[in-house]
């Protein structure tokens, strides 16, 4: 699935822990990304959902899939691969649910209806978003059909590595815990062929398998995907719920709840 200059130098595979080897696997894609001038604005890669040459082409595919012309809410990471993908679903009337970079703001909907044709395009945009879309707290959002995933590494199980953050996770287990996505919510990414690695990551509890990969020159459809059953609450830390206002808000309605129905 990729090049072996890759997989020769993660050779070590056995000795690393799985932190360890997601990092050195992202960091060879960057490597391969910008070395080989695939990588696309903004650069460097480095620490990024890698926007690389193909992205429109990947993109296209995508919103050619039945999976993706049935859905009427898509929510679709805010990263610039993505964002053609964003773009077709406004312009198909579709809502967009975007999370805000580091879920900092919550999410973002984003209702073609209620704005203008000319505004569109810059809707789709990161700041256009802010600017078109309205923040909505996670248990207000209508029931997610669609998510479109931004990656920085495929294996061969189809299991997703981001970042390095885990905000993509943490996104999922919001949605989840809240009921606007279950199991059945299909996850696609799109991607460069060279993201794509011929290895197998030891999963993590709270990793996220895509049902679908859509590359410039592929379409590949995963056949056992597992997810995750929602916030793994003995994760998160205290700075996460400071920085993160919508996790600590929705951990107290959970409290809230749990108090509610115990009495």
Not at 208 to 214: F, G, P
């Amino acid at each position: 699935m990729v090049t072996r200059q890759i997989l020769l130098e993660v050779s070590e595979v056995g000795s690393l822990n799985v932190k360890e080897l997601k990092k050195r696997l992202r960091n060879e894609v960057w490597r391969v990304l910008e070395e080989r001038n695939i990588a696309k604005f903004p650069r460097p890669v480095y620490g990024r959902i890698p926007n690389f040459i193909g992205s429109e082409v990947a993109a296209h595919k995508l919103t050619q899939l039945e999976v993706f012309r049935r859905a009427k809410v898509v929510k679709v990471n805010p990263d610039s691969p993505q964002q053609p993908v964003r773009l077709t679903a406004l312009r198909e009337g579709k809502l967009v649910v975007m999370p805000t970079p580091r879920l900092r703001e919550g999410f973002l909907l984003i209702d073609p209806s209620r704005i203008p044709r000319y505004a569109i395009h810059d809707a789709s945009t990161i700041r256009g978003a802010f600017r078109w879309g309205i923040k909505v707290k996670p248990w207000d959002l209508p029931k997610i059909d669609l998510i479109v995933i931004g990656s920085v590494v495929i294996d061969r199980k189809c299991l997703r590595v981001g970042k390095g953050g885990g905000y993509a996770e943490l996104e999922y287990g919001i949605l989840k815990e809240v009921g606007v996505v279950n199991n059945s919510t299909p996850i696609v990414t799109t991607v460069h062929d060279v993201q794509l690695l011929n290895v197998d990551i030891p999963p993590e509890p709270h990793d996220l398998y895509v049902d679908l990969i859509i590359t410039p020159s592929r379409i590949i459809k995963c056949s056992k995907v597992y997810r995750p059953k929602g916030i793994y609450w003995e994760l998160i830390t205290k700075d996460m719920l400071i920085k993160i206002p919508v996790l600590a808000e929705l951990k107290s309605r959970l409290n809230n709840l749990k108090g509610l129905l115990s009495t």
